[in-house]
Nanobody, 131 residues
């Protein structure tokens, strides 16, 4: 079992920054990848970013490339999402996710961007960006 807890959400004006954290506990040695998703009211959950746990390779949705950075601290079993140049359309509940399923490099972009790939989910943290 892997437990995930997000933190760092809040209110920020457009153009501002926030840093989200996702602390993992339990059988973290089995983690293969961790990701971030977000969901706005009335919208489907959408992929934001992901990171391969061992290599540190990162993957991003087109909507956040150049603005968001995903990283991890292996020793602390924590995933981060640094969000810069925030826009009102970034407003959503942000969820971290973890998976124990290994994938080939050629399949990562597709697998990491699909919510069904992940085994574990956090409770979510609210991010609100005002204009």
């Amino acid at each position: 079992q892997v437990q995930l807890v997000e933190s760092g959400g809040g209110l920020v004006q457009a153009g501002g920054s926030l840093r989200l954290s996702c602390a993992a506990s339990g059988r973290t040695f089995t983690m293969y990848a961790m990701g971030w998703f977000r969901q706005a009211p009335g919208k489907q959950r959408e992929f934001v970013a992901a990171i391969n746990w061992s290599s540190g390779s990162t993957y991003y949705a087109d909507s956040v490339k150049g603005r968001f950075t995903v990283s991890r601290d292996n020793a602390e079993n924590t995933e981060y999402l640094q969000m810069n140049s925030l826009k009102p359309e970034d407003t959503a509940v942000y969820y971290c996710a973890a998976s124990r399923r290994p994938v080939t490099r050629g399949s990562r972009s597709l697998e990491y961007g699909t919510s069904g790939y992940y085994n574990y989910w956090g409770q979510g943290t609210q991010v609100t960006v005002s204009s």
